[in-house]
């Protein structure tokens, strides 16, 4: 299998200058049999609001400010762009070196409410 890494580092889920997203939207018009998604680290690390799962999947409802809405956004223009790619997403694991910052009590919280967004649009997960 060939692969490609397009990961950023210091990429965010919420918007940002290096958002995720725009990764996705950049590499529209290419085509593959496999998109896996990674990312929350970044986000907690800069204390972003982790917001609230909207009520639909209209693009207009995500607060992508936030990680939950950002989180959203990502996986709406993966589907859109990726129609017939298998998706996944892999849930920020902790590392013995890793620096969770003051957010350390929030990690538990974006775990849980990751899996609640990929269980919405039907990505299965890691963890």
Known sequence: MDWYNSGVGGATIAKSKRHITDQIID????????????????????NVELGEISEGFDRILFDDTTFIGGLEKLFYYTKQYNPDSKIGFIITYETPNSNWGENVTNRDEQNKLIKEVCEK?????LD
């Open 121 to 125: 649009w039907e990505i299965p997960y």
């Open 27 to 46: 590499s529209k018009d290419d085509y593959y049999d496999y998109v896996i998604l990674q990312g929350g680290i970044n986000d907690m690390h800069l």
